[in-house]
């Protein structure tokens, strides 16, 4: 099953704007991460951030984590059209469990 | 470094028929993961490799799909017999990590069932 879901579905923003998409997930997690994908490409690591961890920078993008509500977001700023893709949240367990992703939000992003 | 390598990047074939893909992980990752993407949804876990041996492979439709990784470094995924539900994206991934880290992925091979 999935165990992240993103929100919005799609977005389609102006060039310049910032862009935030929204995760929930249900059950505890050792880390959270996040994924873009380019159409027809693989997905790329974008961000990862820990369940001891509230914010993390990366360049444009910040991550923040409540883990009391078990959610996180992906704030990418000044977004340019190389940004259009879908993001894809991750959640990491401990041990050897491994990712399951959501179904991710497709950022439109129009120059 | 290279990435992770995949090959074909397309196939189309016919129902009930057997198709097979093979991945090549950055070298050195001893985990290696096969996900089936369907179009407009997350990739979702079919397999993962610890070295040459399963570590979790309790969403693979065994009756039909089959993946190896015989020395621990390549792997195969096969098909057979193939159904229209199959067509996807299957996505390869490595990792230096089995523990929740980053993953690597490759390019994908797109699977068309006709």
């Known amino acids: 099953s999935q165990q992240g879901e993103e929100d919005p579905q799609a977005l389609s923003i102006q060039e310049g704007e910032n862009a935030t998409m929204n995760c929930s997930y249900k059950?505890?997690?050792?880390?959270l991460q996040w994924y873009r994908q380019n159409s027809g490409r693989g997905l790329v690591h974008l961000i990862l951030i820990r369940s001891n961890e509230r914010e993390k920078h990366s360049g444009r993008l910040r991550v923040t984590l409540d883990t009391s509500k078990k959610s996180s977001s992906l704030l990418i700023t000044a977004s340019r059209a190389a940004d259009t893709a879908s993001y894809f949240c991750a959640t990491g367990f401990s041990g050897n469990t491994p990712l399951v992703f959501g179904k991710g939000t497709r950022l439109s992003v129009i120059a | 470094e290279a990435g992770v390598a995949q090959s074909p990047r397309y196939k189309i074939i016919e129902k009930r028929q057997s198709v097979a893909f093979w991945c090549n992980p950055i070298?050195?990752?001893?985990?290696l993961y096969w996900y089936q993407q369907i179009l407009g949804q997350g990739p979702k876990l079919l397999i993962q490799?610890?070295?040459?041996?399963?570590?979790?492979d309790s969403q693979l439709p065994k009756d039909r799909f089959s993946a190896e990784r015989l020395k621990g470094v390549d792997s195969t995924l096969k098909i057979q017999p193939a159904k229209l539900e199959d067509s996807a994206v299957y996505l390869c991934?490595?990792?230096?990590?089995?523990?929740?880290?980053?993953?690597?992925f490759g390019e994908g091979s797109r699977l068309t069932v006709l």
């Open positions: 059950t505890s997690i050792n880390n």
């Open positions: 070298s050195g990752h001893a985990t």
């Open positions: 991934a490595s990792s230096s990590t089995g523990v929740a880290g980053e993953l690597f």
């Open positions: 490799f610890q070295n040459n041996g399963v570590v979790d």
